[in-house]
Nanobody
């Protein structure tokens, strides 16, 4: 059973930074891609950023230039560095991994940005 454990969420003022971590229970190279999604109250879950096994990254337009996805293969961990945070970035952030013909999800971590 694959486990994805997120950490690093919290409360931050607008303009601040946070780094989210997602630790996988097996090598991240066993997944075709990993990424971060977020869901704000009353809204659908949306893709924030993703990285493929080959290292190709993709970002939502709303976070381009502010967020960076990266990985540490030795630690089986994917990160989301979030800078210049805005109140509209407030959401529960979920780690996602695609592999074995399915999606795996973490439990989510709350990010709250105050104005």
């Amino acid at each position: 059973q694959v486990q994805l454990v997120e950490s690093g969420g919290g409360l931050v003022q607008a303009g601040g930074s946070l780094r989210l971590s997602c630790a996988a229970s097996r090598s991240i190279f066993t997944f075709s891609s990993m990424g971060w999604y977020r869901q704000a109250p009353g809204k659908q879950r949306e893709l924030v950023a993703s990285i493929t096994r080959g290292g190709r990254t993709n970002y939502a337009n709303s976070v381009k230039g502010r967020f960076t996805i990266s990985r540490d293969n030795a630690k089986s961990t994917v990160y989301l560095q979030m800078n210049s945070l805005k109140p509209e970035d407030t959401a529960v952030y979920y780690c996602n991994a695609v592999g074995d013909g399915r999606d795996y999800w973490g439990q989510g971590t709350q990010v709250t940005v105050s104005s």
